[in-house]
Structures are given as structure tokens and as C-alpha cells.
């Protein structure tokens, strides 16, 4: 234990606990099994450099799913109807308090005001190139906090990928700041497990939070994870991620107690048919994509569309299908075949469920494409913990590091027996990852309201056009539901 880490800590919750064996004992439990503590040591100049590569290497494969014009040469949805809107024609303090169907947005406002101080040819690249970075930033964030759960970095980056290249909901999320809280939602289920011991991570996850929670209402379904993260450690650092959490979300339940929302509050879903969805939709398109699917079953609006279904019958299979699949990851773990982390899978899974119902449940009944991403995210991590494999990624029970873990990635007893059980025990992950690799090729390439869109460029042409006509204040620009009004003083 460094130093350091050390400075962090307060007394102990067992200690505080004194009379209390129950909750002392919840408290080991949990730090031992659910929030461990991350390896001592700061990273060397070769991790740092394979994080950045790592990251920039994710912003660039999610920017470049876009197809037609590409991300970084349009605007849609809100990024284009609200957060550039605002910043072209509102003061910068204005926009950024301005809510937003009952919330606030932020670090998307924030981003958004930083780009409208460049040409305006460059504000929807700088804009997308924000929000793609986003997407690898709580990617490495996963991979970071994975370690002491996944150990492998082959495990780590399957968790951590699939932020870049989710196979779902690219009908209305696709490289734009005003959905990256869905991917954030899978982020700070990663942040509320990990404990950081360098400074800079204990500085880092704080401000992660902090932003995270002041641009969504979202992150209030977490709270049960922030209750079990303070019994499970009362360090500096969680206790400032529990207060930026807090603080954050205090901020967006101002919009609704001073009557500043201009989002109905008069809608209800049953969670039983929520649930219902979650496994027709969620599992499914998780785990086959959304194109086999059928598609998102909306458009970019949000309202329904038909499913495009040429044969029922294998519709119906890839649903049962994927059920099953899931069951049987759940049987391959029990056999003993894998080294599952069941607090890890079962936490998961459960979240994956409960993020799905909260999204839904005081909204229309209607499965957005956007509440699919988070819940299919988690399944992933609560699949790839239950076919963690034995061997050199085997669970938490040899001796050699703090709450009896492995020191790096020191083989488990019984690894020496031969190749061939190790081999068989990758299998099942392996498999996992090829199916979601494949489903992910499948799915790479993104067909929306976005890339059918006219390049940016060709806006601020035709602005600079009009704009030379007498008496022209502003052109507007409009595509599907949303529209720009452009300042003829900025072309």
C-alpha cells in the first residue's frame, strides 16, 4: 500500500462500526468481492501511452460509422435544434443553464459553446469529435475498472469495447453530445466500482461524476450502487464521487421544484410490460444486433414504426435464441466450467434491468432505441463475468495481494494440470467474443436521419449565399424534425 493511498483513507467502516458485526461484515464482503481495490503503483509511460492510443483509436472507430456525409461534417437532433441553436443566439451562461426536457445538459452546452468559438464550417466536427471521445473515455474508464474484476486485459477490452461499436440504438444515438448519457450510464456503473489509488484516478472520478450527473437525470437509478460503494469504503474518494453524484443530481431536481420543465410528468409504463420488453428487445438485439432484428422499431422522432420482418419464424427463433444463450451462460458458469465473479454478474444484471425499467417507466410505452444501449452493455459485463475463464484470469482466491487476490495475473491452483483445461475454459468467452464481433461488423455502419443529411459544408455555403441578400439576418437551416438558425454575421 503506498502512501498515498494511504492519505485516502479514512478509519476504516468496521472500525466505526464497533457493536455493529452485521454491517462490518456487509463491508468486507462487499470490498472483497463487489468494490476492490485497484493494484498499488502509478502506470508506466508505456500504459499512459497505450491508454491515449487506446482512446484515440475508439473516438476513430466510432466516428467513422457514420455513412453519407459522416459525423464530423453534420449536426443532428439536439445537437442541432437545442445546443447550437442556443449557443449561436443566447449568451454562453444562458445556454448553459438553459434545461432541456426537464433536465439540464451541461458539459453538451459547455462543448457546444467551446465550438461555436471557431468557424462554423468546424462546429459540428468539434462537436461529434467530443462526443466520440466521450464514448472511448468511459471506455477506458471500463477497462481501467475492470481490473481488479476481469484481470485479463483480453476480458477488460471486451467489456470496454463495445462503447465504440454497440450493435443498437444508432437511430438516434450516433456520435452527438446530447446522447452520450446513455454510454455515461455504463460508465459510472464502472466508476462506482472502481477504487482508484493513483491521484490522478481519485481526482479524475469525482469530476467524471460530477459532469456525468449535471447533464442527465439518469444516474439517479445508480443510487443503490452509491449506497453499497460508502459501506463498502469510506475513503476521500468515494465520499467525494457520492457527493458529486449528489450534487449533480440535486442540481437537476431544481429544474422540476421551480416549475422549469417543460417535460410531462403524467407518463407511466407498467414495469411488467417493461419487462416483457427486456427480453424480447434488450436480449435480443444485444446479442444478434438490431439490424436481424427487424430494426429499432422508431424512427429518429421516436415514433413507432413497423419492425421489417421477412420471416416470422426466424424472428421469433433469434429471440428464443438469445434467451436461451443467456440461460445457458448461466448453466456453463454453475457447472464450474468458467471462474465466474458472481457478485460482478449478478450486479450487472441486475442493473441492466433496473436502468431499463427506470428509463421507461415514467415515459411513453415505447421502447426507444437509446434506453436499449445501457441495459445491453451491462448484459455484456454480467455475460463475460460469468465466462471469466480459469487459469491466468481464475478468481480472487489465491493469496498474494490485498483482500487475498492474486498478485497480477498469478495462475490458480489447478492451472499446471495441462493446456487443454485452460483451453476449454477460454472457450466460452471466446465464443461470446466472436458472436459479438461478428454482430458488431454487422451493425458497424450507420444508416439515420444523420447521414442522410447535407454536409455541413454545404449548409454554410448556401448560407453565405442567401446571407448576401438585403436586409437577410439569419438562414435557416432544417432537416427532419430539427433546424438551425444561422446568423448571416457568423458566414
Same mark, same amino acid.
Given at each position: 500500500?503506498?502512501?498515498? @493511498?494511504?492519505?485516502?483513507?479514512?478509519?476504516?467502516?468496521?472500525?466505526?462500526? =464497533?457493536?455493529? +458485526?452485521?454491517l462490518?461484515?456487509?463491508?468486507?464482503?462487499?470490498?472483497s !468481492?463487489?468494490?476492490?481495490?485497484?493494484?498499488?503503483?502509478?502506470?508506466?509511460?508505456?500504459?499512459?501511452?497505450?491508454?491515449?492510443?487506446?482512446?484515440?483509436?475508439?473516438?476513430?472507430?466510432?466516428?467513422? $460509422? @457514420?455513412?453519407? +456525409?459522416?459525423s464530423?461534417?453534420? %449536426?443532428?437532433?439536439?445537437?442541432?435544434?437545442?445546443?447550437?441553436?442556443?449557443?449561436?443566439?443566447?449568451?454562453?451562461?444562458?445556454?448553459?443553464?438553459?434545461?432541456?426536457?426537464?433536465y439540464?445538459?451541461?458539459?453538451?452546452?459547455?462543448?457546444?459553446?467551446?465550438?461555436?468559438?471557431? +468557424?462554423l464550417?468546424?462546429?459540428?466536427?468539434?462537436?461529434? =469529435?467530443?462526443?466520440?471521445?466521450?464514448?472511448?473515455?468511459?471506455?477506458?474508464?471500463?477497462?481501467?475498472?475492470?481490473?481488479?474484476?476481469?484481470?485479463?486485459?483480453?476480458?477488460?477490452? #471486451? &467489456?470496454?469495447?463495445?462503447v465504440c461499436?454497440?450493435?443498437?440504438?444508432? %437511430?438516434?444515438?450516433?456520435?452527438?453530445?446530447? !446522447?452520450?448519457?446513455?454510454?455515461?450510464?455504463?460508465g459510472?456503473?464502472?466508476?462506482?466500482?472502481w477504487?482508484?489509488?493513483?491521484?490522478?484516478?481519485?481526482?479524475?472520478?469525482?469530476?467524471?461524476?460530477?459532469?456525468?450527473t449535471?447533464?442527465?437525470?439518469?444516474?439517479?437509478?445508480?443510487?443503490?450502487?452509491?449506497?453499497? $460503494?460508502?459501506v463498502a469504503?469510506r475513503?476521500? !474518494?468515494s465520499?467525494?464521487?457520492?457527493?458529486? *453524484?449528489?450534487?449533480?443530481?440535486l442540481?437537476?431536481?431544481?429544474?422540476? *421544484?421551480?416549475?422549469?420543465?417543460?417535460?410531462?410528468?403524467?407518463?407511466?409504463?407498467?414495469?411488467?410490460?417493461?419487462?416483457?420488453?427486456?427480453?424480447?428487445?434488450?436480449?435480443?438485439?444485444?446479442?444478434?444486433?438490431?439490424?436481424a432484428?427487424?430494426?429499432?422499431? !422508431?424512427?429518429?422522432? /421516436?415514433?413507432?414504426?413497423?419492425?421489417?420482418?421477412?420471416?416470422?419464424?426466424?424472428?421469433?427463433?433469434?429471440?428464443?435464441?438469445?434467451?436461451?444463450?443467456?440461460?445457458?451462460?448461466?448453466?456453463?458458469? #454453475?457447472?464450474?466450467? @468458467?471462474?465466474?465473479?458472481?457478485?460482478?454478474?449478478?450486479? &450487472?444484471?441486475?442493473?441492466?434491468?433496473?436502468l431499463?425499467? /427506470?428509463?421507461?417507466?415514467?415515459?411513453?410505452?415505447?421502447?426507444?432505441? $437509446?434506453?436499449?444501449?445501457?441495459?445491453?452493455? #451491462?448484459?455484456?459485463? &454480467?455475460?463475460?463475468?460469468?465466462?471469466?475463464?480459469?487459469?491466468?484470469?481464475?478468481?480472487?482466491?489465491t +493469496?498474494?495481494?490485498?483482500?487475498?487476490?492474486?498478485?497480477?495475473?498469478?495462475?490458480?491452483?489447478?492451472?499446471?494440470? /495441462?493446456?487443454?483445461?485452460?483451453?476449454?475454459?477460454?472457450?466460452?468467452? @471466446?465464443?461470446?467474443?466472436?458472436?459479438?464481433?461478428?454482430?458488431?461488423?454487422?451493425?458497424?455502419?450507420?444508416?439515420?436521419?444523420?447521414?442522410?443529411?447535407?454536409?455541413? %459544408?454545404?449548409?454554410? =455555403?448556401?448560407?453565405?449565399?442567401?446571407?448576401?441578400?438585403?436586409?437577410?439576418?439569419?438562414?435557416?437551416?432544417?432537416?427532419? *424534425?430539427?433546424?438551425?438558425?444561422?446568423?448571416?454575421?457568423?458566414?
Amino acid at each position: 500500500m503506498t502512501g498515498q @493511498t494511504k492519505g485516502d483513507e479514512l478509519p476504516p467502516l468496521a472500525e466505526a462500526a =464497533a457493536g455493529r +458485526p452485521g454491517l462490518a461484515s456487509l463491508s468486507g464482503w462487499l470490498g472483497s !468481492t463487489l468494490f476492490r481495490q485497484s493494484a498499488a503503483g502509478r502506470p508506466s509511460w508505456r500504459q499512459l501511452l497505450a491508454g491515449v492510443l487506446l482512446a484515440a483509436a475508439g473516438t476513430a472507430v466510432s466516428l467513422a $460509422r @457514420t455513412a453519407g +456525409p459522416g459525423s464530423l461534417n453534420t %449536426t443532428w437532433i439536439e445537437d442541432a435544434g437545442n445546443f447550437l441553436q442556443d449557443a449561436l443566439h443566447q449568451p454562453v451562461m444562458t445556454t448553459i443553464t438553459t434545461q432541456m426536457n426537464g433536465y439540464y445538459d451541461v458539459v453538451p452546452r459547455v462543448v457546444t459553446a467551446i465550438a461555436v468559438a471557431f +468557424p462554423l464550417a468546424w462546429v459540428p466536427g468539434i462537436m461529434s =469529435a467530443c462526443a466520440a471521445a466521450e464514448y472511448a473515455l468511459f471506455g477506458l474508464i471500463v477497462y481501467i475498472a475492470s481490473g481488479p474484476q476481469l484481470r485479463s486485459p483480453w476480458l477488460r477490452l #471486451l &467489456a470496454a469495447a463495445p462503447v465504440c461499436v454497440v450493435p443498437l440504438g444508432y %437511430t438516434q444515438v450516433n456520435n452527438d453530445l446530447a !446522447t452520450v448519457q446513455f454510454i455515461a450510464l455504463y460508465g459510472l456503473f464502472w466508476l462506482l466500482l472502481w477504487r482508484p489509488v493513483t491521484r490522478a484516478g481519485q481526482l479524475a472520478a469525482p469530476l467524471v461524476m460530477l459532469g456525468a450527473t449535471l447533464s442527465s437525470i439518469l444516474p439517479l437509478l445508480l443510487a443503490p450502487l452509491v449506497a453499497a $460503494r460508502l459501506v463498502a469504503d469510506r475513503s476521500k !474518494t468515494s465520499i467525494a464521487v457520492a457527493v458529486c *453524484w449528489a450534487a449533480g443530481l440535486l442540481a437537476q431536481g431544481s429544474v422540476q *421544484w421551480r416549475g422549469l420543465s417543460n417535460r410531462s410528468s403524467k407518463m407511466y409504463t407498467s414495469p411488467l410490460w417493461i419487462g416483457g420488453q427486456y427480453l424480447t428487445r434488450v436480449v435480443p438485439r444485444a446479442l444478434f444486433g438490431e439490424r436481424a432484428l427487424g430494426g429499432s422499431g !422508431t424512427n429518429g422522432e /421516436g415514433s413507432p414504426v413497423p419492425l421489417r420482418i421477412p420471416n416470422v419464424a426466424i424472428h421469433d427463433a433469434l429471440i428464443c435464441g438469445a434467451c436461451a444463450i443467456v440461460v445457458l451462460v448461466v448453466v456453463i458458469a #454453475l457447472a464450474g466450467r @468458467t471462474a465466474p465473479t458472481w457478485p460482478l454478474a449478478v450486479t &450487472a444484471l441486475v442493473f441492466s434491468v433496473v436502468l431499463f425499467v /427506470g428509463e421507461i417507466v415514467d415515459n411513453l410505452t415505447i421502447v426507444q432505441p $437509446r434506453y436499449v444501449i445501457a441495459p445491453a452493455l #451491462l448484459l455484456y459485463t &454480467a455475460i463475460v463475468a460469468m465466462l471469466r475463464p480459469r487459469g491466468r484470469a481464475d478468481d480472487a482466491s489465491t +493469496p498474494g495481494g490485498p483482500n487475498a487476490e492474486p498478485v497480477g495475473d498469478a495462475p490458480a491452483a489447478g492451472a499446471s494440470r /495441462g493446456t487443454w483445461p485452460a483451453v476449454a475454459s477460454w472457450l466460452p468467452v @471466446t465464443v461470446f467474443a466472436l458472436l459479438l464481433a461478428v454482430v458488431a461488423g454487422f451493425n458497424y455502419r450507420v444508416i439515420n436521419n444523420r447521414s442522410e443529411s447535407p454536409p455541413w %459544408t454545404a449548409v454554410v =455555403a448556401a448560407a453565405a449565399h442567401e446571407c448576401q441578400k438585403p436586409g437577410m439576418g439569419d438562414y435557416v437551416y432544417r432537416h427532419a *424534425w430539427w433546424r438551425v438558425q444561422i446568423p448571416c454575421s457568423r458566414v
